[in-house]
């Protein structure tokens, strides 16, 4: 990308004093947008300032009735000059950079950038990267066989001090019979109950299981 330079001295020079005395205002501000546009339009394209009506036209983007008049307000104060196929800025060479000037520095430019993203590959890929990933490596299998001798001493140490019982310990089993109180106040008052209507017949005493159908 390039400039399209203006002499800040512009606003008040004598050609611009003079195109303000020729023209109304909507055809002086015609005139500095077509100055301005094809400023631009000749440094993007490299024309050294020359241009021609077809493409004044294309890149003013005005009525070309009043893009006419602009181009001849412009010549007859002095910042374009007329040729024989167009126009071309006055005194360009004097602000502007030439179109070759122009290449070599976007030429320049290019290599400059070329040549750091090279040198910064070669860093990335011989120098730094390669050499960084080495020492992590080494150093992740180091810890990963510091780590696993430990686990397994520590899985030794720790296995001896909760033994499995060669034979398992069977629960303890509950009292039968009506000597036991039993925990629940209904069953003893029923187990009772029970005791007392057999004595009364003279029927021997029984032994009540606790836990039977009934609970």
Same mark, same amino acid.
């Given at each position: 990308?390039? /400039?399209?330079?203006?002499?800040?001295?512009?606003?008040?020079?004598?050609?611009?004093?003079?195109?303000?005395?020729?023209?109304?205002?909507?055809?002086?501000?015609?005139?500095?947008?077509?100055?301005?546009?094809?400023?631009?339009?000749? *440094?993007?394209?490299?024309?050294?300032?020359?241009?021609? *009506?077809?493409?004044?036209?294309?890149?003013?983007?005005?009525?070309?009735?009043?893009?006419? *008049?602009?181009?001849?307000?412009?010549?007859?104060?002095?910042?374009?000059?007329?040729? $024989? $196929?167009? /126009?071309?800025?006055?005194? /360009?060479?004097?602000?502007?950079?030439?179109?070759?000037?122009?290449?070599? =520095?976007? $030429?320049?430019?290019?290599?400059?950038?070329?040549?750091?993203? *090279? =040198?910064?590959?070669?860093?990335? /890929?011989?120098?730094?990267?390669?050499?960084?990933?080495?020492?992590?490596?080494?150093?992740?299998?180091?810890?990963?066989?510091?780590?696993?001798?430990?686990?397994?001493?520590?899985?030794?140490?720790?296995?001896?001090?909760?033994?499995?019982?060669?034979?398992?310990?069977?629960?303890?089993?509950?009292?039968?019979?009506?000597?036991?109180?039993?925990?629940?106040?209904?069953?003893?008052?029923?187990?009772?109950?029970? $005791?007392?209507?057999?004595?009364?017949?003279?029927?021997?005493?029984?032994?009540?299981?606790?836990?039977?159908?009934?609970?």
């Amino acid at each position: 990308m390039g /400039w399209f330079r203006s002499d800040d001295g512009l606003p008040e020079h004598a050609k611009a004093d003079a195109l303000v005395e020729r023209c109304t205002p909507q055809q002086l501000a015609a005139a500095w947008m077509t100055w301005l546009h094809l400023g631009c339009d000749c *440094r993007a394209r490299g024309t050294d300032g020359v241009f021609t *009506r077809a493409r004044a036209l294309r890149a003013v983007r005005l009525p070309q009735a009043v893009v006419e *008049r602009a181009l001849d307000d412009l010549t007859a104060v002095g910042l374009l000059d007329k040729g $024989e $196929e167009g /126009w071309t800025f006055h005194g /360009w060479l004097e602000y502007q950079p030439s179109a070759e000037e122009e290449d070599e =520095r976007r $030429e320049s430019i290019r290599r400059k950038r070329s040549d750091a993203g *090279r =040198r910064g590959n070669e860093v990335r /890929w011989k120098g730094g990267s390669q050499t960084d990933r080495k020492p992590i490596a080494n150093a992740s299998q180091t810890d990963r066989k510091g780590v696993a001798p430990g686990s397994q001493e520590d899985r030794k140490s720790i296995a001896p001090s909760h033994p499995i019982p060669s034979h398992p310990i069977s629960p303890p089993t509950p009292s039968r019979g009506l000597d036991v109180p039993s925990a629940d106040p209904l069953k003893a008052a029923a187990r009772a109950k029970l $005791e007392a209507s057999l004595a009364r017949v003279g029927a021997p005493r029984l032994a009540i299981v606790d836990g039977g159908s009934d609970g």
